[in-house]
C-alpha cells in the first residue's frame, strides 16, 4: 500500500532569502518528464485565503519560546505570512519569479528529500464557493532555452595609423618609451595593440608594448596599465599584434600612452617603425626618458593601431571530442543549471560552430553528435545537466508480483530509418555549394523496408564538413535503424521508493518467465504522482523526443538550394 507522505512547499525571494512554508496545498505534487528535455513543470493549488492571510510572518514557537523547525531545518511560520499574493510586496508569498522549493518527507526520507527546485512563473487565483489560487511553476533548467551560448571576443578595430616611412632603433641611452598618445572612438574598452617591428638581421628579438594613461605617467615611472610582449623574426617591416593581458575599460574620447621599450638593452638590429608626417589627429607621437624629460613630436606618428574587445556568439571547434565541446560549453554558462565535467567519449568532431544558440540547442547539437547510447535531462530536483552513457546492466530490476502484475510490450519498426541525406552549411570550396551526405545502413536494408530522412544542419561548414555530417548521418542511423521495443509500466508506491527512479536509467525484469526477464529497457519518460511512477520504457537507442528534432530538422528549400547534384 502507498506510504504516507507529506510535501512541504518552501518559498524564496529571488535572491534566496526564505519567506516560508506555503500551507493549504490541496493538489498532488506531480509531474511529467522526458529524457532529453530541459525539465518539467508542476500546478500547485493552495486554499490560503487572499482576505484573512495579510498578518506579519511569525514562527511558531515550542514550550521554550524557541521557533519550531522543520525536516529541514527552517523555522515553521504560522497562518500570518504576510500578504499571500501579488508584487506590491516584496515578502508575498505567491509572486512571480519567486523561487520555491518542494521537499518529500516519507519513510523513506524521514529527513526530507528535495524533488523539485525552480520558480512561480504565473499564478491566478479564484473567489466563489471556494477560493484557492494556483501556481504553475517551472524548474530552474528552463533558462537553458533562453541563455545564448557565447561565442569569443572578437578584436575590433578602432584607431589607426597606417603609413610608414621611416624607423626608430632600439638602443637609445636617453629614450626609455617612443610613442604615441590616441583618442578612443566610441568604444567600451582597449583591448590590444599592433605596431610595426623588425629584426634587421632576422634573429629572434623580444618587443614590449606598453600601456600608459599619459606621456607624464610613463615620465614620472608609474606602473603601466598594461604591458604585453611579442617575439619579433621578420627582417622586414612587419605589423605584430600585442593583445593585452585584460581589456582596460574606457569611455568614449579618453587617452592612452601606447609605447615601445626602445632602450639600449635591446639589439640594435630590433626597429620601429614610424611616419615622417603628420596624419593622425587623435594625438601625438612622444619620445619619453623615465626621469630625465618629454619630447613632443607633433610632426610625425608612429605606425599603430588599436582595437576593442566584442563577445560575438561564434564558436568554433576543430577536431574535438563530444565530451570537450560540451564541457567548455558550460565551462561558460552562468546560468542556473549545475553540472559535472565528463571525460572524452571516444566520438571526435572534425568541425562544428555554434553561432547565436541557446544552450539547449547546443545540448541537443551534442547528443546528434553523440554515441546512440548517451542521453541527456536535466533534473527538475536538483536542476543538474546529465550527459551519460546507459548503463550496460540493470540499474533498477521490477520483479513481477511485486512492483509489477503485467508489461504490455509493443515491438516496432515503424520508426526505422536506414538512409539519411544529410545537408550542412557552405563546404568550403569556394564554389558556394553546401556540404551534402548521403549514408545507408546496408544490414537494415536487407531486413527492414526502406525509411529515409533528409536533415539539415547548418551550424557544419568547411572543407571538413563532409566528415561531420557522416557522423552525424551514422548517429542518426544508430538510433533509429533497427527493431524497438515499447512500453509503458505503472509502479505503485509502498512497492518501490519512486523517488530513486529517475529518466535514463536501464530497467531489467524478472519473475515473468518468459522473454520479458531478458529485456533491458531504458526509462525515456516519468510521470510522478505522489502514489505511482508511471513509466516510458524502450529498447536503446530509443530517443523520446526524436520525432521533434526531425521535424525540426527536416528539409528546408533555402537550406539545400545550394546543395550539389551529387551528395558525397
Given at each position: 500500500m502507498p506510504l504516507n507522505k507529506d510535501y512541504l512547499y518552501k518559498i524564496y525571494k529571488?535572491?534566496?532569502?526564505?519567506?516560508?512554508?506555503?500551507?493549504?496545498?490541496?493538489?498532488?505534487?506531480?509531474?511529467?518528464?522526458?529524457?532529453?528535455?530541459?525539465?518539467?513543470?508542476?500546478?500547485?493549488?493552495?486554499?490560503?485565503?487572499?482576505?484573512?492571510?495579510?498578518?506579519?510572518?511569525?514562527?511558531?514557537?515550542?514550550?521554550?519560546?524557541?521557533?519550531?523547525?522543520?525536516?529541514?531545518?527552517?523555522?515553521?511560520?504560522?497562518?500570518?505570512?504576510?500578504?499571500?499574493?501579488?508584487?506590491?510586496?516584496?515578502?508575498?508569498?505567491?509572486?512571480?519569479?519567486?523561487?520555491?522549493?518542494?521537499?518529500?518527507?516519507?519513510?523513506?526520507?524521514?529527513?526530507?528529500k528535495i524533488v523539485f527546485d525552480g520558480y512561480i512563473s504565473k499564478w491566478k487565483t479564484s473567489s466563489g464557493t471556494t477560493e484557492d489560487i494556483t501556481l504553475t511553476c517551472l524548474n530552474l533548467g528552463q533558462d537553458f532555452a533562453q541563455i545564448v551560448l557565447p561565442g569569443g571576443n572578437a578584436l575590433v578595430l578602432d584607431q589607426s595609423q597606417t603609413s610608414q616611412n621611416d624607423n626608430f632603433s632600439f638602443n637609445s641611452t636617453n629614450t626609455t618609451y617612443m610613442g604615441q598618445v590616441i583618442t578612443v572612438g566610441s568604444v567600451p574598452n582597449l583591448a590590444a595593440v599592433a605596431m610595426m617591428f623588425a629584426s634587421l638581421d632576422g634573429s629572434t628579438q623580444t618587443a614590449s608594448v606598453y600601456v600608459f594613461a599619459s606621456p607624464t605617467d610613463a615620465y614620472n615611472g608609474v606602473t603601466p596599465l598594461a604591458v604585453v610582449t611579442n617575439t619579433i623574426?621578420?627582417?622586414?617591416?612587419?605589423?605584430?599584434?600585442?593583445?593585452?593581458?585584460?581589456?582596460?575599460?574606457?569611455?568614449?574620447?579618453?587617452?592612452?600612452?601606447?609605447?615601445?621599450?626602445?632602450?639600449?638593452?635591446?639589439?640594435?638590429?630590433?626597429?620601429?617603425?614610424?611616419?615622417?608626417?603628420?596624419?593622425?589627429?587623435?594625438?601625438?607621437?612622444?619620445?619619453?626618458?623615465?626621469?630625465?624629460?618629454?619630447?613632443?613630436?607633433?610632426?610625425?606618428?608612429?605606425?599603430?593601431?588599436?582595437?576593442?574587445?566584442?563577445?560575438?556568439?561564434?564558436?568554433?571547434?576543430?577536431?574535438?571530442?563530444?565530451?570537450?565541446?560540451?564541457?567548455?560549453?558550460?565551462?561558460?554558462?552562468?546560468?542556473?543549471?549545475?553540472?559535472?565535467?565528463?571525460?572524452?567519449?571516444?566520438?571526435?568532431?572534425?568541425?562544428?560552430?555554434?553561432?547565436?544558440?541557446?544552450?539547449?540547442?547546443?545540448?541537443?547539437?551534442?547528443?546528434?553528435?553523440?554515441?546512440?547510447?548517451?542521453?541527456w535531462y536535466i533534473d527538475v530536483a536538483t536542476n543538474t545537466l546529465h550527459y551519460q552513457q546507459a548503463s550496460l546492466t540493470a540499474d533498477l530490476t521490477f520483479i513481477e508480483g511485486r512492483h509489477l502484475n503485467s508489461v504490455e510490450i509493443e515491438a516496432t519498426k515503424e520508426p526505422i530509418i536506414n538512409v539519411v541525406y544529410y545537408t550542412g552549411g557552405d563546404d568550403g570550396s569556394g564554389r558556394n555549394t553546401n556540404a551534402f551526405v548521403l549514408v545507408t545502413d546496408p544490414a537494415s536494408l536487407v531486413t527492414n523496408r526502406v525509411g529515409s530522412v533528409h536533415l539539415t544542419n547548418s551550424n557544419v561548414v568547411g572543407t571538413t564538413a563532409y566528415e561531420t555530417l557522416k557522423i552525424l548521418a551514422q548517429n542518426y542511423i544508430d538510433q533509429h535503424s533497427s527493431e524497438a521495443y515499447i512500453a509503458t509500466i505503472v509502479v505503485q508506491d509502498g512497492t518501490f521508493d519512486l523517488s530513486t527512479i529517475s529518466l535514463g536509467l536501464m530497467s531489467g525484469y524478472a519473475g515473468f518467465g518468459n522473454f520479458t526477464d531478458s529485456l533491458l529497457l531504458q526509462i525515456v519518460g516519468l510521470s510522478i504522482t505522489p502514489d505511482q511512477a508511471t513509466l516510458q520504457v524502450g529498447t536503446l537507442p530509443i530517443r523520446s523526443s526524436k520525432v521533434v528534432e526531425q521535424i525540426a530538422s527536416q528539409l528546408s528549400s533555402t537550406q539545400t538550394v545550394a546543395n550539389p547534384d551529387i551528395p558525397n
Open positions: 529571488p535572491d534566496g532569502t526564505y519567506l516560508g512554508l506555503l500551507d493549504d496545498v490541496v493538489s498532488p505534487f506531480g509531474y511529467n518528464q522526458n529524457t532529453e528535455t530541459i525539465g518539467a513543470q508542476i500546478q500547485v493549488v493552495t486554499q490560503k485565503s487572499t482576505d484573512t492571510a495579510s498578518l506579519p510572518n511569525s514562527p511558531v514557537l515550542d514550550e521554550t519560546g524557541e521557533a519550531v523547525l522543520d525536516e529541514t531545518g527552517e523555522a515553521v511560520l504560522d497562518d500570518g505570512l504576510g500578504s499571500v499574493v501579488g508584487d506590491g510586496n516584496s515578502n508575498n508569498l505567491v509572486q512571480n519569479n519567486n523561487l520555491i522549493k518542494v521537499y518529500e518527507v516519507s519513510d523513506y526520507n524521514p529527513s526530507g623574426t621578420n627582417s622586414t617591416p612587419t605589423e605584430y599584434l600585442f593583445k593585452l593581458p585584460a581589456s582596460l575599460a574606457s569611455t568614449p574620447g579618453q587617452n592612452f600612452f601606447i609605447a615601445s621599450d626602445v632602450t639600449n638593452s635591446h639589439a640594435p638590429q630590433l626597429r620601429t617603425y614610424f611616419y615622417d608626417s603628420k596624419v593622425y589627429s587623435g594625438g601625438d607621437l612622444y619620445l619619453v626618458g623615465v626621469g630625465t624629460g618629454i619630447t613632443l613630436d607633433n610632426t610625425q606618428d608612429m605606425y599603430f593601431k588599436t582595437y576593442y574587445s566584442q563577445q560575438n556568439t561564434e564558436r568554433l571547434y576543430k577536431n574535438r571530442d563530444v565530451a570537450y565541446i560540451l564541457n567548455d560549453c558550460m565551462s561558460v554558462y552562468t546560468g542556473a543549471v549545475s553540472y559535472t565535467p565528463i571525460a572524452d567519449t571516444g566520438v571526435v568532431i572534425p568541425t562544428y560552430t555554434f553561432k547565436a544558440n541557446t544552450y539547449l540547442e547546443m545540448i541537443q547539437a551534442v547528443a546528434q553528435m553523440g554515441a546512440a547510447n548517451y542521453f
